[in-house]
């Protein structure tokens, strides 16, 4: 990939698989001074922007990263990736309110996607949202049948609730 980098140093794609592959490695360090330099030749490249988001939050520059979400969202407003992204990073801190309002746009962006159900659905019960959470985990359960984690969830709420059985059976 840096190699690519070099022969092509006008392409962003190339770029962000290569600060990925790095964070990856956990040179998390690395990464970041590669998303803070792409940023700087590539600042309208919304895979850009989200890398240096990532690696922004890796490497606890908490408030960059947030402000990297933020332009995200600015820059695609109708896509639900730049929610969904925003709000594992607010669910990361412990922002949970800020996470379920991210989820819920993530969710009216893009309905048929079961990814957006769960998170919303387990952020919810982290609020305490008891019947708003079992509705979006059944819908990520309707989207995607074999989501276990959705399951899981399910299975603790019915737990909570005093239903061992179906918490048993989930």
Request: hydrophobic residues 40%; neutral net charge; without cysteine.
């Amino acid at each position: 990939l840096q190699s690519l980098v070099k022969a092509d140093p006008h392409d962003p794609e190339v770029r962000f698989r290569l600060i990925l592959i790095t964070a990856r490695t956990a040179d998390f360090g690395k990464a970041y001074a590669l998303a803070e330099q792409a940023l700087k030749e590539f600042p309208n490249d919304p895979q850009t922007v989200l890398a240096y988001a990532l690696t922004s939050y890796f490497t606890t520059h908490n408030a960059a990263a947030e402000a990297a979400y933020g332009r995200l969202i600015r820059m695609e407003p109708d896509s639900a990736q730049p929610y969904f992204a925003r709000g594992n990073f607010y669910t990361d801190l412990g922002r949970y309110n800020d996470a379920a309002r991210d989820f819920a746009m993530a969710v009216a962006k893009d309905p048929n996607n079961y990814a957006n159900h769960y998170m919303y659905g387990v952020v919810l019960l982290r609020l305490n949202k008891i019947s708003k959470s079992t509705s979006e985990l059944k819908k990520a359960l309707e989207l995607n049948p074999s989501n276990a984690d959705s399951v899981y969830w399910l299975g603790r709420i019915s737990l909570r609730q005093g239903k061992q059985q179906e918490a048993i059976e989930a």
